[in-house]
């Protein structure tokens, strides 16, 4: 007994040039991830308006505050509608250009650092320059329209309820299509060059190929891709805060953009740190499941 | 047949030059219209510049702010890639190649970070920052950056350390090198393809980090490019359109550029980033 309790302090005495190269990065997430992680916890359970000392405990009245306000269900369809759009059609337009340059078009160089280029832009610089894009005025939008004499289709795209989401959803997949494109093409590239041609020795058609073929082996990457759009767009806010703050009147509200409302409009940290920890949950069951559906699959 | 494929070719062809006109437009539009005067912009928003004037961009620089914004941005985002790869270097080197004891432990410890959606963290943060005193100043930017990067950081070095041969790393003990050297004399060297990766990583989201200075920054003469792009369109008012369309046009252009010239790295890295999960 005596010989385990010591080699335990001679591993660890041992260990003590490790624990100091990590040291600094454990420190900075004691102070920086779960001192703020465990009070955000705590702060769900006050009623606290960010100032002095946590003193009205409500238990978890700010949960119930939360699921009660359709505001908030008005934030998560909207996020889900982004995440959903999201899903579908960039990653299955980012594979179709992905497909497209692995075939080979002229110009391939040209395509292939063009279409680039919307990612390289961050959300906040997208948000904005979309923003005058859809100007009711002097949007190039509205002015195209109105060239072609299609004035009557001219309207405030971001101002008015139906309108914003779609448009800020659109601008999104304009920013999102590229990375799944580069990802797609980076690992259809690594395919066994052999895996094609002995489809094409057995006479197979590109559709053929392409669905026997590209489809299943490229399907892991798929599901990562999905796994990140998922987790990305449930913090989606950058864009929306610059194009419409959540506006108008929640059309374009995501959840992230409810709880900074919350807490910096309404001063009610309480019932932001509770939404926030409830996306935490949602978050968390969905990627669990995806690790237990990998697992199962293994 | 050989026809119907020509078709089919020439479609795809057309379709993917006006997907590169949609992707490409809305960049080339704004920086069009920066160089135009401002009654030329309100006079037709098609027209092409005359001349490549840059009243716009100096109105922008200096009135607009934007150099103070730049230049913190700058400060921000090298301090955080300092603190990042230092950090995470440190603490990859011991995982891939020391012995700790609970190292699974430790691990997991910074790993668990990729559950946990930083928008919970952001709140009390904030009330945190304010009681230590530090709001306004580089720590409140860097350590919580340096927060949200290290678990995909720690991933791919210690991944990449863990396939560096130990003898390599023993022979240096040998001939008397003691940690640090070993630390700066190897592992750094053969440690460079991925410190350019995480290099990028950590810059463009250093660099493009918008929510985190939003609400921790409350000094203008410490707003990030990100906090001052965002209240720019604010400022047509005042500014006019022209030169807002010039800060829009610099900010857009950064990553672009830095893309052109490394495009290999750049891809690379970002493929890279995408495998956690």
């Not at chain 1, 179709?96 to 002229?106: H, K, N, S």
């Not at chain 2, 730049?70 to 890639?81: D, G, Q, S």
Request: proline share 5%; net charge positive; hydrophobic share 55%.
């Amino acid at each position: 007994m005596q010989s385990t309790a010591k080699k335990f302090w001679i591993d660890i005495k041992q260990s003590i040039p490790a624990y100091l190269l990590i040291l600094p990065t454990i420190a900075v997430f004691v102070i920086f991830l779960y001192t703020p992680f465990i009070n955000a916890i705590r702060i769900s359970m006050y009623k606290y308006n960010g100032i002095g000392e946590l003193t009205d405990y409500v238990g978890l009245d700010n949960y119930l505050i939360v699921l009660k306000d359709p505001k908030f269900y008005e934030a998560f369809f909207n996020t889900f509608k982004l995440i959903g759009a999201d899903a579908i059609l960039s990653i299955s337009i980012g594979f179709f250009l992905a497909y497209v340059l692995y075939r080979g078009i002229p110009l391939k160089r040209f395509f292939s650092t063009s279409l680039f280029i919307p990612y390289l832009i961050s959300m906040v610089v997208i948000g904005s320059i979309w923003r005058i894009i859809y100007d009711p005025t002097i949007g190039p939008i509205n002015q195209l329209l109105q060239l072609i004499g299609l004035g009557e289709w001219a309207q405030p795209w971001l101002s008015q309820y139906e309108t914003s989401l779609p448009a800020i959803i659109l601008t999104w997949i304009w920013h999102t299509i590229p990375f799944n494109m580069l990802i797609i093409y980076a690992n259809v590239m690594t395919m066994p060059s052999d895996f094609i041609e002995a489809a094409e020795m057995d006479g197979a058609t590109s559709w053929q190929k392409l669905r026997y073929i590209i489809v299943p082996y490229l399907l892991p990457t798929l599901l990562v891709l999905l796994l990140l759009t998922v987790t990305t767009d449930l913090r989606a806010f950058d864009m929306v805060w610059v194009m419409t703050q959540g506006g108008p009147g929640g059309a374009s509200e995501v959840i992230t953009s409810y709880v900074y409302r919350k807490a910096f409009s309404s001063q009610n940290f309480g019932v932001a740190t509770a939404a926030s920890i409830i996306m935490m949950l949602i978050m968390l069951s969905i990627t669990l499941t995806s690790q237990f559906l990998n697992r199962k699959k293994a | 047949m050989a026809k119907r494929k020509k078709i089919t070719n020439a479609i795809i062809f057309v379709v993917l030059l006006c997907y590169a006109c949609l992707s490409l437009y809305p960049l080339i539009w704004v920086i069009l219209q920066s160089f135009k005067t401002e009654t030329q912009f309100l006079q037709s928003i098609w027209s092409l510049p005359t001349s490549l004037r840059l009243d716009n961009y100096l109105v922008a620089f200096d009135k607009g702010n934007l150099s103070v914004y730049f230049l913190n941005t700058v400060r921000n985002t090298a301090a955080t890639l300092i603190v990042d790869l230092v950090f995470i270097t440190l603490a990859g080197f011991a995982f891939a190649k020391m012995k700790m004891k609970f190292k699974t432990f430790f691990f997991y410890f910074i790993l668990v970070n990729l559950l946990i959606p930083t928008p919970i963290i952001l709140l009390p943060m904030y009330l945190l920052i304010l009681d230590l005193g530090i709001q306004n100043t580089l720590a409140a930017i860097v350590f919580p950056y340096f927060q949200g990067f290290a678990p995909l950081g720690l991933i791919l070095i210690t991944n990449y350390l863990n396939s560096v041969p130990n003898e390599l790393i023993e022979s240096a003990r040998i001939d008397g090198c003691n940690l640090f050297q070993i630390l700066y004399k190897i592992v750094v060297p053969i440690a460079m393809p991925i410190l350019s990766t995480l290099a990028v990583l950590g810059g463009m989201s250093a660099w493009n980090e918008f929510m985190w200075a939003l609400i921790s920054i409350s000094d203008i003469s410490q707003y990030t490019l990100s906090v001052g792009i965002s209240i720019m369109r604010d400022k047509t008012s005042i500014l006019g359109y022209t030169p807002v369309f010039a800060a829009l046009s610099v900010s857009a252009i950064v990553f672009v550029v830095i893309y052109l010239f490394a495009q290999k790295t750049f891809v690379k890295s970002i493929t890279a980033g995408a495998v956690k999960g």
